[in-house]
């Protein structure tokens, strides 16, 4: 979630450690006489105001790379002082070694929304050369709307950037929402997995999860964790009922043929009450019933809204949790240390594939991923487009793996990497990590993506109204999809 003005988190430029660009500089450089960010020294720099009242200047010879809605790219390795420069991560992860790999390039780094934000830099005329955001709704809620998008098709080609070594759930779900083309290249996949505390299993000599493991059986051990003992409460298992229905592993998309990629928003039909998505919602609805289970968030498993620490038996989250469960400095926000440092001496981390819905399945939820897009304005295409070439190359896939993030280029250099840069890992069974494969979207030619509201099926019709999981999953399709399209279209958005 994003955070609030008034917590300085982010990244200004990246110095020497990146390489990416910059393009549409419209505005006037700048005049100030003091400069925080040095790059306002450069000719032509464009100072971007915003609401921290910092500098943040962009020159027209640099590659500027903008990311956004991956928290570790924020974090900073320090946290002295008000404005935390959080760079250093991105360098660390990937940007050192982009920056050897493009010597000559003048790269600028930045990171939403410390000191800028997209509406920020539209408004003084700055369009990065690449920006960095995941696909799967942040196309359709920023980018397009920004008018920064483009088909990179051809471009792909041109630059000789394989799609087809690349994870396919990723390109899949790229291309769902890309109007009939393909808008950007994937880059890593914060993946879903299965984290359980062994502390709570022992305790009541019950079978750690596996690879292979089917919903029903991790059921039953939600069920014989979910208990009281004494003055104590366990509970079984908590995964997000409205992050499972969008990214379900039946690759099921809710959004009808209507005949074109850009329908008018009262063309658009879903179809929330298929089989596929009925039995995603009956399994999960399963979790939810069992008495004392009831649902918080998934951050329980460590410290979220229960009042104690290591009280929750398994969760699915995400994979960027898997280093801060274990301590490490580099995924965890700077304000968040000293207490999770507390808080994981209650956790005896265990982590495995999410459960499958049969047995024989090999399929994890769709991609939870990060992609690259050169933007349409870049006014440095092919350099730009190099740049995403080498980093879905084996080398860079192998400096992020070995970072913790999942690689959407599966290489046994790039599994075997995973992990090796983070010290806090050395002693974890990541083998799970690489286990199946991403569900792939199926049926999105024709169809146009919209941010529907999932969260109406489970937290208000059945957690708030009572509802069971079938009339939940109807009445979302008929009345409160409809609704939700019908204001946002009113409101001037197609998202």
């Known amino acids: 979630m994003q955070k609030l003005r008034n917590r300085f988190k982010a990244a200004i430029a990246i110095s020497a450690a990146a390489v990416i660009g910059m393009a549409g500089l419209v505005a006037a450089p700048s005049t100030a006489a003091a400069a925080t960010d040095p790059d306002c020294e450069l000719p032509g720099a464009v100072n971007v105001p915003n609401g921290y009242d910092v500098d943040f200047c962009v020159a027209p010879d ?5 990311a956004a809605n991956y928290k570790p790219f924020e974090y900073s390795q320090s946290d002295s002082g008000d404005h935390q420069d959080a760079s250093d991560n991105f360098n660390m992860i990937i940007g050192d070694k982009l920056q050897a790999a493009f010597p000559d390039v003048d ?8 000191p800028v934000r997209y509406d920020e830099l539209q408004e003084a005329g700055v369009v990065p050369d690449i920006v960095l955001d995941n696909p799967r709704n942040r196309i359709d809620r920023d980018l397009e709307p920004l008018g920064w998008v483009q088909d990179l ?3 792909i080609e041109t630059a000789g950037i394989d799609l087809d070594a690349l994870n396919k759930g990723a390109v899949e779900q790229v291309k769902s929402r890309s109007d009939g083309g393909i808008y950007g290249v994937p880059l890593f996949v914060d993946d879903y997995v299965l984290y359980y505390n062994k502390n709570i299993f022992d305790k009541y000599n019950v079978k750690y999860p596996k690879a292979g493991w089917t919903y029903k059986k991790a059921l039953r051990a939600a069920k014989k964790l979910t208990r009281d003992d004494g003055t104590d409460h366990y509970k079984g298992y908590m995964q997000h009922p409205d992050n499972y229905l969008e990214l379900n592993q039946l690759g ?9 990629e850009e329908p008018a928003p009262e063309d658009i039909k879903v179809k929330l009450t298929s089989a596929d998505f009925q039995l995603a919602a009956n399994t999960m609805d399963k979790f939810l019933s069992i008495r004392g289970n009831t649902f918080t968030t998934v951050d329980d498993l460590v410290k979220g809204d229960m009042s104690r620490p290591g009280h929750l038996a398994m969760a699915v989250d995400t994979l960027s949790k898997l280093p801060k469960y274990n301590g490490s400095e580099l995924f965890t926000d700077p304000d968040d240390r000293e207490a999770y440092a507390e808080w994981i001496k209650s956790v005896d981390l265990g982590v495995a594939p999410v459960p499958v819905l049969q047995k024989g399945s090999k399929a994890t939820y769709q991609p939870n991923q990060i992609a690259a ?9 092919e350099l730009s487009m190099e740049i995403v070439k080498w980093m879905t190359s084996e080398p860079a896939q192998i400096a992020l793996s070995r970072h913790a993030l999942k690689p959407v280029l599966e290489t046994t250099a790039t599994e075997k ?7 806090e890992l050395n002693s974890v069974d990541t083998s799970a990590i690489f286990w199946g494969e991403n569900a792939v979207i199926k049926d999105y030619e024709n169809t146009e993506y919209w941010d529907i509201p999932y969260y109406m099926v489970f937290r208000q019709h059945v957690l708030t109204d009572g509802m069971t999981a079938p009339a939940a999953l109807q009445v979302t399709e008929e009345e409160d999809v409809p609704a939700y399209i019908a204001r946002q279209a009113e409101a001037g958005n197609d998202w």
Do not use: R
Request: proline share 5%; no cysteine.
């Open 62 to 66: 640099q590659v500027f790379i903008f």
């Open 107 to 114: 790269i600028k780094y930045a990171t939403w929304d410390y």
């Open 153 to 155: 098709t051809e471009q």
């Open 252 to 260: 099921a998309y809710p959004f009808l043929d209507t005949g074109s």
């Open 373 to 381: 897009f050169v933007t349409k304005q870049s006014e440095q295409q």
């Open 417 to 423: 990497s995973y992990g090796a840069d983070i010290p």
